[in-house]
């Protein structure tokens, strides 16, 4: 596609169930990246991939996080027995490559409401 | 540690007036770069303008341009005849090369006003 894809738009939940959200980045792009957006703050890196790998996963708020990304495409976000704390706009991001001068490219991001 | 700093929470500009949104950060390294994103009510973030370190030279687009000072570590970006579509969230980032995440400030929002 011509830019970052994340789904769904909105998510909202009860307390303690898993969820699971999707990002598509632009093709081509070896490198993708999930942030969390909470309220009122800045973005807060989470993990990136290159490729299918995932180098660094120490963002990751718990281990009831996780993230996968199949085909050096898809990525997808999992988080099991969501909190409240939980609630915020998770964004995906994209780049050619995990360098400094290659500038990220991000979705419109999942707001995710616990209930 | 890394570090971006946005001291202004909120900021207001009259429509075709210029503001200036402030960053500083901090860091130990000489090579990096910094960025300007805005991310309307969309949520979609939107690379404005981009600095690397390396160079003296300020960087431009359009109507924004950065005044970029190494020494003083601050990236302050100046939004000239401001537009209404300029209303956002303005968040300053920080990327050292070879490392693979932005460190972003809490952002500035900027309101114009008609």
């Known amino acids: 596609g011509a830019g970052v894809s994340q789904s769904p738009s909105n998510k909202v939940t009860e307390k303690g169930k898993d969820v699971e959200l999707r990002c598509d980045p632009i093709?081509?792009?070896?490198?993708l990246y999930w942030y969390r957006q909470s309220l009122g703050q800045g973005l807060e890196f989470l993990i990136y991939?290159?490729?299918?790998?995932?180098?660094?996963k120490s963002g990751l708020p718990s281990d009831r996080f996780s993230a996968e990304r199949t085909g050096g495409s898809v990525s997808t976000l999992t988080i099991q027995r969501t909190q409240q704390e939980d609630s915020a706009v998770y964004l995906c991001?994209?780049?050619?490559?995990?360098?400094?001068?290659?500038?990220?490219?991000f979705g419109d991001g999942t707001r995710l409401s616990i209930l | 540690a890394q570090t971006v700093t946005q001291s202004q929470p909120e900021m207001s500009v009259q429509e075709a007036e210029t503001v200036t949104l402030s960053c500083t950060y901090d860091t130990s390294e000489s090579d990096y770069y910094l960025f300007w994103y805005k991310q309307p009510p969309s949520r979609q973030m939107i690379l404005v303008i981009r600095q690397e370190a390396y160079k003296q030279q300020n960087a431009t687009e359009n109507r924004f341009s950065v005044n970029f000072q190494k020494a003083a570590k601050s990236f302050s970006l100046k939004i000239s005849d401001s537009q209404l579509g300029d209303a956002a969230m303005y968040f300053c980032a920080f990327d050292t090369s070879g490392t693979y995440k932005y460190i972003f400030g809490t952002g500035t929002r900027l309101k114009v006003l008609a």
């Open positions: 991939f290159q490729g299918n790998s995932a180098p660094d």
């Open positions: 991001a994209s780049s050619f490559f995990p360098r400094g001068d290659q500038p990220q490219h």
């Open positions: 093709s081509g792009h070896t490198a």
